[in-house]
T-cell receptor
Framework: AQSVAQPEDQVNVAEGNPLTVKCTYS??????LFWYVQYPNRGLQFLLK??????LVKGSYGFEAEFNKSQTSFHLKKPSALVSDSALYFC?????????????FGSGTRLQVQP | DTGVSQDPRHKITKRGQNVTFRCDPI?????LYWYRQTLGQGPEFLTY????????KSRLLSDRFSAERPKGSFSTLEIQRTEQGDSAMYLC??????????????FGPGTRLLVL
């Protein structure tokens, strides 16, 4: 079975400060990890993914994520938060060796950036 | 580049009625997924198609749910005899790189269903 944990329901950060949204995962074999963002009453927008290679992955809108195999984590980061980054963020995992193609999502973390 | 589209965006129905949702994937994407998202939760997988073949169904997909992708392009999700517990956002996603680690799913805006 594969699972994702997002331990924080909400993260508050001031505009201009760095932000981190945490994600840990459990999967058999190599993990393929994704971050998506959801704005109110909208679908999910793809931000970035880790497949293999460099542990630091860069994505859209200045976001990046760091894969840490020993800690089974894939935290989302941004050096300087914007008010417009306020949204719901989902981490997802797919274990390629399991043969499953579906993504397993965490419960989401609401990011609130204060001006 | 047109993204994934879903219709309708919102649906209100009475308990016991049937509803049908449509998803149009990104052009030439051969894989199509359906997920359900309830309030405060992440999306949960329901089923997926590769071209017109339905390859996997979640145990969440009860007998009242049926999905089709008859020509390998658009897909429909039908819920028969709706129940209040079916109230959720139904999300569709499509992807191109089938059977590749690079596969990325792109989501539509969702159909929000409210069963009264």
């Amino acid at each position: 079975a594969q699972s994702v944990a997002q331990p924080e329901d909400q993260v508050n950060v001031a505009e201009g400060n760095p932000l981190t949204v945490k994600c840990t995962y459990s999967v058999s074999g190599n993990p393929y990890l994704f971050w998506y963002v959801q704005y109110p009453n909208r679908g999910l927008q793809f931000l970035l993914k880790y497949i293999t290679g460099d542990n630091l992955v860069k994505g859209s809108y200045g976001f990046e994520a760091e894969f840490n195999k020993s800690q089974t984590s894939f935290h989302l980061k941004k050096p300087s938060a914007l008010v417009s980054d306020s949204a719901l963020y989902f981490c997802a995992v797919r274990g390629f060796s399991t043969g499953r193609r579906a993504l397993t999502f965490g419960s989401g973390t609401r990011l609130q950036v204060q001006p | 580049d047109t993204g994934v589209s879903q219709d309708p965006r919102h649906k209100i129905t009475k308990r016991g009625q049937n509803v049908t949702f449509r998803c149009d994937p990104i052009s030439e994407h051969n894989r199509l997924y359906w997920y359900r998202q309830t309030l405060g939760q992440g999306p949960e997988f329901l089923t997926y198609f590769q071209n017109e073949a339905q390859l996997e169904k979640s145990r969440l997909l009860s007998d009242r749910f049926s999905a089709e992708r008859p020509k390998g392009s658009f897909s429909t999700l039908e819920i028969q005899r709706t129940e209040q517990g079916d109230s959720a956002m139904y999300l569709c996603a499509s992807s191109l790189e089938a059977d590749s680690p690079q596969e990325t799913q792109y989501f539509g805006p969702g159909t929000r269903l409210l069963v009264l």
